[in-house]
């Protein structure tokens, strides 16, 4: 069984900055794809940031320049660097993994529990 736990959020002013931290656990052969997803109340949920195994990169547009994607395969962790917040980023974050349990096991999606942040202006 694999677990996301996630950490690092919270309630931080406009202009501030907050880590977010997602460690895998459990039955993991191997880790592709990580990254990050948000839903603010009312909007659909959103690809903010991803990372693939080749430590390739891809941002939404609006979080370009402030937020950044890093992982630590030895710690099956991705982590969200986020600055010069806004109140337009306050959402919930959600941690997702692509990964395979086992080597008989095919590719599949993971999530996280989702972690709140607010930035007040």
């Known amino acids: 069984q694999v677990q996301l736990v996630e950490s690092g959020g919270g309630l931080v002013q406009a202009g501030g900055s907050l880590r977010l931290s997602c460690a895998a656990s459990?039955?993991?052969?191997?880790?592709?794809?990580m990254g990050w997803y948000r839903q603010a109340p009312g909007k659909q949920r959103e690809l903010v940031a991803i990372?693939?195994?080749?430590?390739?990169?891809n941002y939404l547009d609006s979080v370009k320049g402030r937020f950044t994607i890093s992982r630590d395969n030895a710690k099956n962790t991705v982590y969200l660097q986020m600055n010069s917040q806004k109140p337009e980023d306050t959402a919930v974050y959600y941690c997702?993994?692509?990964?395979?349990?086992?080597?008989?096991?095919?590719?599949?999606?993971?999530w996280g529990q989702g972690t709140q942040v607010t930035v007040s202006s």
């Open positions: 990372i693939d195994s080749g430590d390739s990169t």
């Open positions: 459990g039955s993991i052969f191997s880790i592709n794809a």
């Open positions: 997702y993994v692509r990964l395979r349990p086992t080597v008989w096991d095919r590719w599949d999606d993971y």
